[in-house]
């Protein structure tokens, strides 16, 4: 048993750090307020080579799971609104062209976001969140081409993606059956941007409906075989949520690094708050969750590496707690700042806040805890 990383990967680690500590960190307030996505950002990303990490070699790719698992742990730390569009472009959105898509689509696909492109995932709908398989979005096909038609909402990145990995059904008798995946290219006559939705956190990455009026897409745009769709999209997200776990525990390590500074710091009744009890069992208390948020995460990244896709039971169990541990270490945080943690003078005010949707995105906690339970009891 080994619980170190490799020496590549702690090359890696050091690298990532020092882009983040230079590039993103010193701009994420700015970012967080002006709530404008930063575009230069990526290609500078893309530039040092941290959007190839984990796609395979022979498209342009580099690293494994775990690296990109470092890659999304460091970015949220310094800047999680920045690490949701990363690691969407990278991970979720992704997973469908990486697992599923013929070899023409990962030779199209795969090296355009290695070279920093955004791209979206556009699965849930007003009527089918949690309960994805109740999705509306229909298709039909017309010749050589699919028309989509419906409306997807709280979509990652929707803003900025030059293109999207989506899912609509034949028939929605058909139940989960009936879904089939798609590539969708910005641009095509038929699919435009909705609302912009006004979020609590992780400003400077959009979140917004797409709509499909009538949309034309080539038949080959499609993913995977036909009426496959429902597993596609289920496989993208058990991946995908490790890489979540590693944003709560990226923020979850920045509330705690700045709390503990400011503990040794700030003086009360004649002393520093960190010789207080009450802050020392504080402390010792999101230490402890943070160690284990991180264990499980790099479990489940190193499993997924290993067995070559992403373990469900363990993906969730990461997922569930590396978030709920990031909200108990943010309020921590804030409450170790006092008054001054309520402010946006201070960060640990927007980690308190980008924390919140790690609960709530790519499966809600509860969720996690059923996919757990069936697991585990054997049950449907
Ligand atoms: C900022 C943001 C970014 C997002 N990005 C994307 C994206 O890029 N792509 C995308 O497709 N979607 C995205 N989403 C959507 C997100 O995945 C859903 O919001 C989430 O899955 C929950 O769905 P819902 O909001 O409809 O809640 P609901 O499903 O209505 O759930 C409401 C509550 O009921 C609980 N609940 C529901 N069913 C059960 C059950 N069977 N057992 C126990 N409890 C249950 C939930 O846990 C929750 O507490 C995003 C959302 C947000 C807010």
């Avoid at 404008?36 to 498209?59: N, Q, R, S, T």
């Avoid at 898509?101 to 199209?108: L, V």
């Avoid at 207080?276 to 489940?300: G, N, V």
């Avoid at 190193?302 to 541990?325: I, L, N, R, Y």
């Amino acid at each position: 048993m080994d619980f170190e990383f490799s020496e590549e990967h702690k090359m890696f680690q050091a690298m990532v750090r020092d882009f983040c500590a230079r590039e993103i960190e010193p701009h994420a307030a700015e970012w967080d307020e002006s709530e404008v996505f930063p575009y230069d950002l990526i290609k500078k990303m893309a530039g040092a080579g941290l959007c190839g990490v984990h796609f395979p070699e022979k498209y342009g790719g580099s690293g494994d799971e775990i690296t990109f698992t470092i890659a999304a742990e460091e970015i949220c730390r310094a800047c999680a609104g920045i690490g949701v569009a990363y690691l969407v472009s990278l991970g979720l959105a992704m997973y469908p062209v990486v697992m599923h898509g013929s070899e023409e689509q990962k030779q199209h696909y795969i090296p355009r976001v290695i070279d920093g492109t955004i791209v979206a995932f556009a699965l849930t709908e007003a009527m089918a969140g949690s309960d994805v398989a109740a999705l509306e979005t229909k298709y039909t096909r017309d010749g050589d081409h699919y028309i989509l038609n419906g409306q997807k909402m709280f979509i990652s990145n929707a803003a900025e993606a030059d293109f999207v990995t989506t899912f609509a059904t034949k028939d929605k008798s058909l139940g989960y059956r009936g879904i089939s995946a798609f590539v969708v290219e910005k641009g095509t006559k038929g699919f435009s941007v909705g609302k912009l939705e006004r979020k609590m956190g992780l400003h400077p990455a959009s979140v917004a409906e797409l709509i499909f009026d009538d949309c034309r897409v080539p038949a080959g745009n499609m993913l995977g075989e036909e009426g496959k769709g429902f597993r596609i999209a289920l496989e993208g997200i058990d991946a995908s949520r490790v890489s979540i776990a590693a944003q709560a525990l990226g923020i979850a390590r920045a509330a705690y690094d700045a709390a503990v500074a400011y503990a040794k710091e700030r003086r009360q009744f004649g002393a520093e708050l960190a010789r207080l009890q009450a802050i020392q069992w504080m402390i010792a208390d999101m230490a402890t969750d943070i160690d284990a948020a991180r264990l499980l995460t790099y479990r489940a990244a190193w499993q997924t590496m290993k067995d070559k896709h992403a373990p469900p039971k363990e993906a969730a169990m990461a997922k569930v707690f590396a978030s709920e541990a990031a909200h108990r270490v943010c309020h921590k945080a804030v409450q170790i700042f006092g008054g001054y943690g309520y402010t946006r003078d201070f960060a640990v005010e927007r980690y308190y806040r980008d924390q919140r949707i790690t609960e709530i995105y790519e499966g809600t906690s509860e969720m996690q805890r059923w996919t757990i339970a069936r697991q585990v009891l054997g049950v449907k």
